[in-house]
């Protein structure tokens, strides 16, 4: 069954969730063939850390660092190397950036103080800089078990379990640190946020809206709030906030959430003023050049789209959007190794992704590959069972492999979710016009 490929970038989810990743650009390209859908809900505003709780590299290195000289006074060593100069040799090159070396250097003193929280925290945060997130994981449960009151802890591995994509195992450390700190501003944040992208904005407004007047001035917290809003259906709304916050502040990142709010509601024009802007204010904030990369991509200009998701790889290699929407971009124009390697990474740098395993089924059965295929899609329907463009390729994979009964199946399955966008839909428009429920 081929499905004619939409003409925008966005629709909503079988959950009433706004799909986000690239589709087919407006303007076909000639040369390309038709594709078949390629909606995801890949893109989603990540609020950096705002507030003062968890505090800079520099800041909370000095901190751990005075916290393992006092570990030391207690030890029993009474030779070897010097373990505050190694110390302070891995937590140097953490603060240049050498991330790899300072993952070394921590690594050489667990061998030799395995008990040291310290050590083991920072070692945690040079791991998420590499995009190492089980082992950072695993590092900071391990600091917990030292010291297992330590909120500052629980936080960063709330947040590598973020920066992962593993969001309910994030929301399970957040909420324990939102309930023990219902006023924290950078929880409920972050909070929020996992819940927005679950399809679950309403529970992220019930978390946030207690503290709008305390969080006011906060950027991150506004953008969260108001892309809450854009999710619940209240779109108006939530898009009036954003677009004030960006005018009243004048900061990068209000504009890259106006942006991004305005790609939701298919305000592209709109949305590349807005990233243009980022730009300009602050060409190093993390994502501008992603966004730059979809917006490209959805008016055809396909060169100028892998031009700038490659621009963002460069700063950051792990930025898993970027990866996956270059090699979406790849397969569309039909480069089907090269897009097939990065969306690979993404896979690395996200296992499980249900987007990165469609679009890399994707191009498998464009390889030839169907029953490779078959096998990332079943995947991220077990991932995401409402997400309803991986059923429409499983149902033409599976008649492609003489499987009617399972085909029937996920043409059910389609149907279903169909209905239930539909119903979404017609439910986020009667509260855009403020049109009460029957």
Same mark, same amino acid.
């Given at each position: 069954?081929?499905?004619?490929? $939409?003409?925008?970038? @966005? ?43 968890? $505090? ?111 969001? $309910? ?19 409920? @944040? ?29 950027? $991150? ?68 050049? @992603? ?7 959805? !008016? ?58 469609? !679009? ?79």
């Amino acid at each position: 069954m081929t499905v004619a490929c $939409p003409t925008r970038l @966005t629709g909503t989810d079988g959950e009433g969730r706004i799909s986000d990743a690239v589709i087919a650009p407006r303007k076909q390209a000639k040369a390309l063939p038709r594709c078949r859908v390629l909606r995801t809900r890949a893109l989603d505003y990540r609020p950096a850390p705002s507030s003062s709780r968890l $505090p800079s590299l520099k800041v909370a290195l000095t901190y751990l660092a005075a916290l393992f000289i006092l570990s030391l006074a207690c030890s029993t060593f009474a030779q070897g190397p010097d373990l505050a100069k190694l110390f302070q040799e891995a937590s140097d090159a953490q603060q240049r950036g050498d991330a790899a070396l300072a993952v070394r250097k921590y690594q050489e003193l667990l061998r030799l103080c395995p008990d040291v929280m310290a050590v083991r925290a920072n070692l945690g945060l040079a791991l998420v800089s590499l995009g190492r997130y089980d082992e950072a994981i695993a590092q900071y449960r391990a600091a917990l078990a030292l010291a297992p009151g330590d909120h500052g802890l629980r936080a960063k591995l709330g947040m590598a379990y973020y920066a992962k994509g593993d969001l $309910p195992k994030a929301i399970s450390e957040l909420s324990t640190l939102h309930k023990d700190e219902p006023n924290d501003i950078e929880t409920a @944040t972050l909070l929020g946020n996992c819940y927005v992208r679950l399809g679950r904005a309403d529970q992220a407004i019930s978390v946030l809206s207690p503290l709008d007047e305390a969080g006011r001035e906060d950027v $991150p917290f506004q953008l969260t709030l108001g892309w809450a809003l854009v999710r619940a259906g209240r779109s108006k709304e939530g898009l009036e906030r954003i677009d004030k916050l960006a005018q009243q502040t004048h900061s990068a990142e209000a504009y890259k959430g106006a942006a991004e709010a305005q790609m939701n509601l298919e305000a592209f024009d709109k949305a590349r003023r807005n990233v243009e802007e980022a730009l300009r204010l602050n060409p190093h904030l993390p994502g501008l050049y @992603t966004l730059r990369g979809i917006i490209a991509a959805d !008016f055809g200009d396909y060169e100028g789209a892998v031009a700038a998701f490659e621009k963002e790889l460069q700063a950051d290699p792990n930025y898993f959007q970027a990866q996956l929407h270059l090699g979406n971009v790849q397969y569309l124009q039909r480069k089907l190794d090269a897009a097939r390697a990065h969306l690979e990474r993404a896979l690395e740098i996200a296992p499980g992704s249900p987007q990165a395993l469609y !679009f890399l089924a994707r191009v498998k059965r464009a390889q030839g590959q169907a029953e490779a295929a078959v096998k990332d899609l079943e995947r991220a329907v077990r991932a995401d069972p409402k997400w309803m463009e991986p059923h429409v390729e499983l149902v033409a994979l599976y008649y492609r492999l003489n499987r009617p009964a399972d085909a029937a199946r996920e043409r059910r399955i389609v149907d279903r979710l169909a209905e239930e966008a539909r119903q979404s839909q017609s439910k986020a428009r009667r509260l855009s016009l403020g049109t009460p429920e029957h």
